[in-house]
């Protein structure tokens, strides 16, 4: 069996397997940046969820402080309605908020900070409010004047702020990963790429040295057939040309045979033909018996 046909089935094995091989890699890199991915943007998207809540947080305290103050200052109970729905909504803002940080986080107790200040603030509106609403003039004007409510609002920024930022960074850092995943997709897929036009290149290439290597064989086939031909064909024209030559030969042979017995007996028969012509006379009267020899 010549070597074109044992070569290509442990070839397309090898190729086979490297195939699956790089199929594999691909899948699994798709398959880790895909997941890793999807943590980070998962993470990105609670970051962000988180930052909204402590915004609306602030802005709901900030929308109670307004209302309260409005009724203070005028005494019209339609500054109420925004109050008491800022309370209502800081309560469930707070309460998300504690479901988002783990008990044993840093930003959990940063929460529990911010939740105090808020409670302090909380009380010090409410307290207000009923002073106004009780007509305790001296109280609520008191209460207003110190600089209590603005403490605790400005503590309550400076908490949120510092969420607000952890929130920020920890996004930051979900961005990063996701921005290193798809780089190890993109070099990953790449390498695996290159090395699958490299493996194909030297497939190319062998296969092209296969087929040389088998035209190469056939072309020396060929040649071996053609010159058995041509010696076939060669001592078949010198078995002919000495087959004629034997039979001229022996017609030749056979000729000279002739020649030589009509020549040589012809004369022998003819002189002993004579010599009894000549014995015959001298023998007197033979009988019957030795005429007829002679």
């Given amino acids: 069996m010549s070597l074109t046909r044992l070569l290509p089935l442990p070839r397309l094995a090898i190729s086979l397997i490297l195939a699956v091989v790089a199929a594999c890699v691909l899948i699994g890199i798709n398959e880790t940046g895909y997941l890793q991915s999807t943590v980070a943007l998962d993470d990105i998207a609670e970051a962000s969820r988180t930052r909204g809540a402590l915004n609306r947080l602030l802005q ?5 402080e307004t209302g309260s ?4 200052l005028t005494g019209d109970p339609r500054y109420l309605e925004p109050y008491d729905s ?6 469930q803002n707070l309460d998300a908020l504690r479901k988002v940080y783990a008990p044993d986080s840093p930003e959990y107790s940063t929460l529990g900070l911010l939740t105090r200040n808020v409670q302090r603030k909380l009380a010090e509106m409410d307290l207000s ?3 106004r609403k009780q007509g305790n003039e001296d ?3 008191f209460v207003l004047m110190t600089d209590v409510g603005k403490e605790h609002m400005d503590a309550i920024r400076e908490q949120a702020a510092r969420l607000i930022n952890a929130s920020t960074a920890h996004m930051e850092v979900s961005q990063v990963q996701v921005h290193n995943s798809l780089l190890f997709s993109r070099i990953g897929i790449a390498t695996v ?6 493996a194909f290149y030297l497939y190319l290439r062998q296969t092209t040295a296969l087929k040389l290597a088998g035209e190469r064989e056939q072309l020396a086939l060929q040649q071996e057939r053609d010159l058995l ?10 078995l002919a040309e000495l087959a004629t030559h034997l039979q001229q030969v022996r017609e030749d042979e056979r000729g000279h045979l002739a020649r030589e017995l009509h020549d040589e007996l012809g004369a022998l028969l003819t002189a002993a033909k004579l010599d009894v012509a000549r014995l015959k006379p001298r023998l007197g009267a033979p009988t019957p018996e030795v005429a007829e020899r002679l």
């Fill in 60 to 64: 709901h305290v900030l929308d109670a």
């Fill in 69 to 72: 103050r409005g009724y203070l």
């Fill in 86 to 91: 800022a309370v209502a909504e800081i309560g």
């Fill in 129 to 131: 409010v009923r002073m």
């Fill in 139 to 141: 109280t609520w004007k």
């Fill in 193 to 198: 790429t290159l090395a699958g036009l490299f």
């Fill in 229 to 238: 031909e041509r010696q076939v064909r060669e001592r078949t024209a010198s």
